[in-house]
Structures are given as C-alpha cells and as structure tokens.
C-alpha cells in the first residue's frame, strides 16, 4: 500500500525503480482476494522490476460503488460517528472515508460515490456521497452496480434526440423520398438480396447477394444499413451514439446505440420494405472467384427474404421440409414458389462456394480460428435470452462472416486510399512470446509443440492439437492461445506506420469494421469515410466534415475505452448471472451443483479447473485453511486430512500424514461441487470444490443436448424468472402491511393507549371537594 | 435533542397514540349566543372558539364590495394564556395576518358566496388553548361557526395536520411533535369531493415521501369530517326537540 503513495487503480503515475536487491516477484499460490496476506514461507516466483510511485501524472477518478460496513463493524466506529469507512466493490480501489448520518439507513444498500481528495496525512482518501443505487442482492441494484463501475450511463434517448427521428406509423409510413430514388442505385427490382441473421433477430444490419451477371461473371454484394443518412454528423443522435460507442449486451438485457425507430425499423434490413443501403458490390470470375471490379455506393434495396441460420443450413444441405416455415413463402402460389426457391438454394450456395474459397486464401495466409468470437445476444418479447450466436459449428456462419469480413477488408483498402492520415482502421498486433509460456507448458504435457513464431504456425500447430479421446483438450488450448493474444483496437493511420495495420488473427493487411453500424459508433464513422471516398472519386464536393488525425485518435481510444468496458460488463453480469443461479440451489438438489470438471493450471496450493457444461472456470484449492489436504478413496470420495503438497511441472501431488497419496495431473478430468462463496461488499464468487478425482459420468440424455451456451440460456431464464418470483412476493407482503395498519387510522374506539391516557387524565380533573366534605 | 422519541419502537408516540391516531375531539355548535353561529372545538388540548357574523352589510369601506358575491372577512386571534410564555401582541402580529388570510382562502372556496352579493360574512376565530394543528382546529371550527349562522357551504371543511418521523406519516400533530423540527403539512379538505382547499407545509421533506403524508393528512382529515358531522346532526336534533312541539 506503502508503494502505491495514494494513487488509484486508473492513474497515470511516474515510478522509480528500486535497486535490483529489493525486486519481489508473483506468488504462484491461490488466495481468496488480494485482501488476504499473503502467507510467509510461500516461494514465489522469478523476482519482477519492482518499483514506487514518485507522482501522479494525471487522475482518472469515476464513479465507485460502495457498501457500507456491517452494524458490528459500525459499532467499533463508535455511534453516531459521522465519518465511515466505506468499501468499494472493486477490490483495487482503498476504502474510502464518507461523513454521512445515514450509515444505518443505507446498511443494506448499494451506494455511488466520489472521490474529493487523499491527504498525504491520511491512509484512506476522503469521499462524498452521491446517490443509491439499490439493495445488496437485488437484481436490478447489481447490474446498476456493473454498468456504474464500467462507467457505463445509459439514460434513455432524450426528447430533443427523439424529436430528430423519422417518423413510422401506420398513419403516417416512412417511404422512399423520390429526391433519394434519383441519388442512389435502385436495386429493388434487379437483385435478389437477403439477410441471414440469428433467430429473432430486430436489427438486421447485412443482407447479401449473387447474381450472374450479362457477361458470364459473378456479382457478390455485401449490403449495410444505411445508418448515416438518418443520423446526421453532429446531430444529438450522433453524439449520443458517439458517447455511448457500441451497444452493450449484459447477460439478460442489452442497451442499444441507436434509438430502437432505428435500430430496430427503420435502419434494420426487414425483409419484404424498401430500405436505404450502403452497397459493395464485387465482379468476380465465375470459376476462379478472382475479384475483378468493384464497387461502392448508396442504393435501395428490399431484401427478399429474412432467414435465420438454421433455416439457411437446412436449404444449403438439400433439406427442403424448413421451406414451409419461411414467412414469405407462406404467401406464395405453387409455380412461384418453386421458381423462387430454386433461386434462393442456388444463391446460398453460390455465396458458400465463393465463401469457402476466400477463406481458404485466408488459412494459407495464417488466420486463426480461436474461442472467444464476438457473441451476440438475442431477447425475445419477455426479455429472456432467446439465443446467443456461438461459435460457429454451422457452415453458413462461416459464409455470412467471411462475406463481411471481405467487406470490411476492401472498405479498409478504399479509405485509406483516399485518406491515408485520416482513416479509421482496425489493428491486431501480434502477441508477446512471453505470454505463450503457460499454452506452451501445457500442450508439451499432452505431447503437442505449439509453434508460436507466427499466426500461421500457431494455426497450424492448433490445428493438430487434437486429443482423439478427449475433445475438451483442444478447446483449453484454443482458449489459452486466446488470452495470450493482445486486443485488437481501432486507430488513426495518421498515428501508426503502414506495416503495423496489420490484423494478425484475420491474417489481413488492412481491416477495417464497416458491417454493424447499428450497434458499432466505429462503423458509422467508417461509412462517413466512405462517402467522402466516393465523392472525392466523383470530383464532388465532400460534404462529409471527416475527424482529423489528431481527433479521430482520441475517438478511437474513447471507442477502444467503451469496448473494453461493454466486454468487461458483459463478463461480470454473466458472473453475476452464475452466481444467482448457483445460489439458490446449493446443496438441495445435489445434481444441479456437482459437474465435471478439467484441471488445465497447477498452483502451489490448487489447480485451475474449466467446467465445460457450464463455461466456468475457477480455482480449487487442494490444501486448505487450517492446513489440510484432500486425499481421496478408491471409490472416489474425498476428506480432508493433514499432510502436504508437493507440486511438480505438470502435476500436484497431495500426501496426507496416513500415507495415502493423490496426484491430479493437467487435463485431468474430475468431479467438482459448484457452490457460491457470498461476500457482502464485493461480487459473490464461484468456488469450487474437488469431491471426486473420477470424472463425473452423467446420463446420456444430458449429455447429447450439453453445449455450454444453451446451459447459459436456461441459467438466466431460471435466475430471471425467481427474481420475479420474489419480487412478486415482496410486493404482496407490502399490500398485506398496507391494509394493517389502515384499520390504526381514525379516532380508534375501544381499546387504545391513547383514550386510557386520556380517562386517566379525566380522573385528574375530577371535583374531589365534596368527597371530602363528606 | 437525545431522549425525546417522537416514535417509540413499538409505534407509540408521545401521548400513547398510534402513527394515524386523531386526538379527542369534542365540539360544540351554538355557544355564543350573540353572533349569528359560534362553534366551540377541543382537539386533544388545543382548544378554538369560532363566531360567526353574516351575511350582512358591508361595513367600513362600501367601495370595497364585489357586485357579484360576498366578502369573506377572517380575523385570527390567539388569547394572551393560550400559549406555554404569554403571548404580547393577541392579533394583528405577522401570523395572525396570515392565518386570517388562509382562512379566508380556505372559506371562499367552500362557502356559496354567489347567492350574496354586496354583503359581507366576518369569521372571527380564537385559539384559546394552544397544543399544536392551531390552524385545523380553526378550520373545524370555523365550519361548525358557519354551519349554525345557516350560510350555505358547498361541503364541510375539514383540516387536520400531518408530520413525517423516522419513515412513518403521523397524523394530527401537538405542540411537542411540531416543535421537533420535523416537517408540518396542514391540510383542508372537502370530503366528499376529495378536493383540497388547502395545502401548506413547513421545513424541508423528500418528494418520496410527500404521497405517504398527503395519504395520512387526507385520511385523517376525512375521520374528522365523520365526527363534525356526528355533532352537527346530534345539534341539529337537539334544536328540533327544543323547537318542536
């Protein structure tokens, strides 16, 4: 705490280094938090520079949510004392001092507040109050909490914003102004264009097409909702989607950039409505698929057809039956209906065809499949999670996303033709070695080499990294290989040097994001850069006021900022979700709670275990509090008992003073209890317990329908449902208190406190005089 | 200061009543017999003498006479002994100003001034034991006063006050409660439209909680329109058994 001379987690500090007999280094043992000391005697690891701070160089203080101490804690405060120490959810963060006479008001709640000031004088900085947010454990009051440590503020669209939106309704319809028809390209009547999206899907920001065209070529088209028409450069709209820079999904809600006319109606490529696009359209040659031409431009576009994935697999595998479930072929007559359904299977796996070649050009340069693909998250009218895409094990998920990720790719190469110092692009650095150790120690385990030197190598050494008895092997590695990669971030090609554009994981040299402007602030400001391409093409005048270099700089950072904090909220709600849902069942209904689970790290005191069904991962610890270790039986149950570890390169090793040993080697499968460690100020966490070394065998029934993200799905349904439940409850209690205490109100007759005072008082005033002159 | 709980933890306050407990209220209909109607009401300790004069001439100023309805003249007095220190100044002070101007605005929403024009209706009203709800008590009495003087009101007016301690709306405040510092609503209400005639709140209170004391001011305002009806019927019965054969 010493060394950290009153800087917060955030600051921008200067550090002195200390001399090099004074570094420390990591300890490679498992605490509960980073509250706990760490134990004495633990050898840790390789000695890292270690220094001080010498100074601030810029404060970066928000919002943090606090909770007061509990009442036993308050007492040793001394009563009434007007200034408490307050603990902040985020660990990082010191307690921070509050003069507040509401301390016992507010036990039970979360609070926001600020930071004024850290004396040098003091060992905790001094705060104010600001607002409540909500009760610990409420639902709504904990994601109130993640959106307020993310520093994420979605108030509703404001009424100026809403007066700036197009109107659409049936009165008063939106139609396609006649001035636009003369401006953009009409491709209503030409193309046949269709999206495919998740089921249940609102904003549809792609839609496609193929067409042969006169002289035997291929036409792809890649079409974007044509988001900046409606959205003016500087507009309220504009701002407000600058701010907020993406759509954030939490685990059961999501909040939109865009005012949902837009993003769900007017922007949104609904099948069967004329709708404004920005198109790329390219020529390719219709064997080799080489790109000959192409295109960029405004047009209007009415997709045909609006399919969801399954849908679109089925037709593109010969299976014709899910032809009936297609809305708008329900309301066609025989002979079209053939006619147009023979379009649309040769569309889809034209697109496949084409898809699977530019892919292939991919792999050979190096592009890397990895877990962790951007996951979006579908609502139905119940706000329950309908669907999250996953990773994709359907083919035409690889088709739709290699067609958008050509579009960004040629996007990218346009504007930074036109505008080579004011383009907004995205970059992927290649990672540090340094970070590859653990995903290199692990895979030697099991017998692989992961050839990290470059993005195709480790492709290629993924790729034959496959464990024929245990599928799960393959999937941790990808996983590490993921965490050891940097970020992949937006930036001004007026900061970088051409050779650093590079996208390492797509294996491109210039990618840009130009196909979600619904949900992503980046692709709109990408369309504007476009537009001004086109005109400049043109030799008209841009009417686009584009970013200098300097400005679209600190956009980016103020993006790459909010990305971070939307995928930090996402992660924390979906935490949150686990924890509700683990919390209730405890040990009832044992099934629920027991899982099996595949060590893939070894501590000094634990391992790291990932459950597949459920996607946690957590710690176990092998060697407890008080000192003992689990040793288990030949059938596989476990107990504590005294005795010691002993921890090897790629396993432990647990002996108990009886004699028995254990050994729990990397990638070994065993049975864990899921239970939830409740904590008052903080998130509540996962912990894990290993009660059996044997893999956990669960009927096969289960087993056939396990993917991890549908557990997730029913995990929030569950946990969404009891809160409501509850809620429901405590509302009804509230009425019956209501009606008690009504029948208190007026002047109660009979017996009452109140009117025997009053007889008594009556008595007082008695004339006792003549009593006495008896 | 410490020690004085305006709420116990079982829910009692200072007198032994309940948060929406009224106090006593006993009142009388035609004690002065004089003026043209006079009321007498006890609430708890607060004790208000109400007399009423009209509809007559205008007196004083003629030019000051409305062509279309009658001239509400309030005056409120407190006696020299109805307070814990001897009051100087009976009337004419700041607060009796105000006081006569409320309950003049309070009395010419509910009296039917239409059907007297170019005339005058004085209310004069008199705490003589002050314990807290001065003003209602004016209120309540001033409607029996106007009652029995037979000048048409469009409904009772009932007036009760209401405070906000730890959480809870308490109905009816006394002297003690009032001078805690907590905040005072005090409310006239025409029952059986549920219309306000008057509104007015001392000191600082959060807007959640502003609906929780409305509801405790409104309903006890309406338990005591219950009782001023229960006296006027049982007055109006005893004058028809004095009158009647």
């Known amino acids: 705490m010493k060394a950290r001379n009153r800087s917060i987690h955030g600051d921008m500090v200067v550090v002195e280094l200390l001399p090099k007999n004074e570094w420390k280094g990591r300890t490679a043992a498992l605490c509960e938090n980073e509250n706990d000391d760490k134990t004495p005697g633990e050898s840790p690891s390789e000695p890292m520079p270690t220094g001080r701070v010498v100074g601030i160089l810029q404060k970066n203080w928000r919002d943090y949510v606090v909770t007061f101490p509990s009442k036993e804690e308050v007492q040793s405060q001394g009563k009434n004392a007007q200034k408490i120490l307050v603990t902040p959810w985020d660990y990082r963060i010191p307690k921070i001092r509050i003069s507040t006479q509401q301390a016992e008001a507010l036990q039970d709640f979360r609070v926001v507040v600020r930071i004024d000031s850290w004396e040098s004088t003091s060992v905790y900085p001094n705060g104010h109050f600001v607002r409540v947010l909500g009760r610990i454990r409420d639902l709504e009051g904990e994601i109130a909490t993640i959106l307020v440590e993310n520093s994420i503020s979605v108030a509703p669209f404001s009424e100026a914003q809403m007066c700036e939106m197009p109107v659409n309704t049936p009165e008063n319809p939106w139609k396609v102004n006649p001035k636009e028809e003369q401006e953009r390209i009409d491709l209503r009547k030409t193309h046949l264009v269709f999206s495919i999206d998740p089921k249940g899907c609102e904003d549809v920001d792609d839609a496609l097409s193929v067409r042969t065209l006169i002289n035997g070529s291929l036409e792809l088209g890649v079409h974007i909702a044509d988001v900046t028409h409606f959205v003016p450069a500087n507009s309220y709209t504009d701002i407000e989607a600058r701010t907020r820079a993406t759509t954030y999904y939490l685990a059961d809600r999501r909040y939109d950039m865009l005012p949902s006319i837009l993003s769900a109606d007017l922007c949104s490529l609904l099948g069967g409505v004329d709708r404004y696009a920005v198109s790329v359209l390219w020529e390719l040659d219709k064997n ?49 209906r053939q006619a147009k359904q023979d379009e649309l299977v040769w569309a889809i796996g034209k697109l496949t065809d084409i898809a699977r070649h530019v892919r292939a050009k991919r792999d050979s340069c190096g592009a890397l499949e990895l877990e ?92 034959h990294a496959n464990d024929p008895k245990d599928p799960l092997v393959n999937r941790i590695l990808r996983s590490m290989a993921t965490q050891a990669m940097s970020n992949a971030l937006y930036f001004s090609t007026g900061s970088y040097a051409e050779d ?61 900022n909010r990305n971070r904090a939307a995928q930090h909220a996402q992660k924390q709600s979906t935490e949150l979700f686990q924890c509700m849902y683990f919390k209730d069942k405890d040990l009832e209904i044992e099934e629920r709670c027991i899982a099996d689970g595949v060590i893939y790290s070894i501590r000094t005191n634990g391992v790291l275990v990932f459950i597949p069904r459920f996607g946690i991962k957590g710690a176990a610890y092998l060697k407890n509090k008080d000192g003992l270790v689990i040793s288990c039986y030949q059938d596989g149950c476990s107990e504590w008992k005294p005795g010691s570890l002993q921890r090897f390169q790629n396993k432990i090793t647990s002996t108990t003073a009886g004699g028995e040993s254990i050994t729990f ?22 912990r894990l317990e290993i009660i059996s070394n044997k893999p956990y065998k669960i009927s096969e029934t289960e087993l056939s329908q396990q993917n991890s993200l549908l557990m997730k799905n029913e995990l929030v349904k569950e946990v969404t449902r009891s809160v409501e439940e509850a809620q429901l409850a405590q509302e009804e209690a509230k009425v019956k208190i209501i009606q008690e205490e009504y029948q208190e109100y007026c002047q109660t007759k009979g017996t009452s406190l109140y009117t025997l005072l009053e007889e008594i008082r009556d008595l007082a005033l008695l004339d006792l005089s003549s009593s006495y002159a008896m | ?200 709140m001392d000191a600082r209170l959060h807007e959640d909680h502003l609906q929780q004391v409305l509801e405790a001011a409104s309903q006890a305002a309406r338990d005591v329109h219950a009782l001023l009806d229960r006296v006027v019927r049982q007055h109006v019965r005893e004058a028809a058994l004095l009158l009647g054969d």
């Open chain 1, 665 to 686: 080697s990397l990638f070994d499968h065993v049975t864990v209890r899921i239970s939830v460690q409740a904590s008052r100020c903080h998130a509540d966490t996962i």
């Open chain 2, 1 to 200: 200061m410490a020690g004085l709980e305006l709420l116990s933890d079982q829910g009692y306050r200072v007198d032994g009543r309940r948060a929406g407990e009224l106090r006593k209220i006993q009142a009388r209909m035609g004690v002065f017999a004089q003026a043209d109607g006079s009321a007498y009401i006890e609430q708890g300790n607060t004790k208000a003498l109400a007399v009423v004069y009209g509809p007559h001439e205008m007196r004083g100023s003629r030019s000051r006479a409305l062509p279309d309805r009658a001239l509400v003249n309030c005056q409120y007095s407190m006696a020299t002994f109805s307070t814990g220190e001897r009051k100087r100044r009976p009337h004419g002070d700041r607060k009796a100003c105000e006081m006569g101007l409320q309950l003049r605005q309070t009395f010419e929403a509910a009296i039917l001034t239409q059907l007297y024009p170019r005339s005058q209706i004085d209310i004069y009203v008199q705490v003589l034991q002050a314990d807290g709800g001065n003003y209602a008590a004016c209120v309540n009495a001033a409607t029996l006063a106007v009652l029995d003087a037979g000048i048409p009101m469009r409904d009772f007016v009932c007036a009760c006050s209401a405070g906000f301690v730890d959480g809870t709306a308490l109905a009816d405040l006394s002297h003690v409660e009032e001078a805690a510092g907590g905040p005072q609503v005090a409310l006239a209400l025409l029952p059986a439209s549920g219309q306000l005639a008057l509104l007015e």
């Open chain 1, 288 to 336: 080799s698929f080489e790109i000959k031409k192409v295109w960029y431009g405004r047009t209007i576009i009415q997709s045909a057809y609006k399919l969801y994935y399954e849908a679109a697999q089925d037709l593109l595998d010969g299976n014709f039956c899910v032809i009936d479930e297609i809305p708008e072929f329900k309301e066609m007559d025989e002979k079209s």
């Open chain 1, 500 to 560: 650093e554009f590079r996208h390492y994981g797509l294996a491109l040299d210039k990618y840009t994001h130009f196909t979600s402007p619904i949900r992503r602030y980046a692709d709109v400001v990408v369309h504007r850069l476009l537009m001004a391409a086109i005109s400049k093409d043109n030799k008209t005048e841009i009417k686009e006021n584009l970013f200098s270099s300097k400005d679209l700089e600190e956009l980016c950072r103020h993006i790459n």
């Open chain 1, 372 to 463: 962790g693909v951007e996951v979006r998250v579908q609502l139905d009218d119940k706000k329950n999670i309908h669907d999250l895409i996953p990773k994709q094990p359907l083919e035409v998920h690889e088709t739709v996303a290699e067609c958008m990720i050509l579009a960004n790719h040629w996007v990218a190469k346009k504007i930074w033709e036109n505008f080579p110092h004011q383009a907004l692009l995205r970059q992927h650095p290649p990672p540090h070695q340094e970070f590859f150790s653990e995903l290199r120690e692990c895979a030697k385990a099991k017998g692989f080499s992961m050839d990290t030197r470059s993005n195709k190598t480790l492709a290629d050494s993924l790729d």
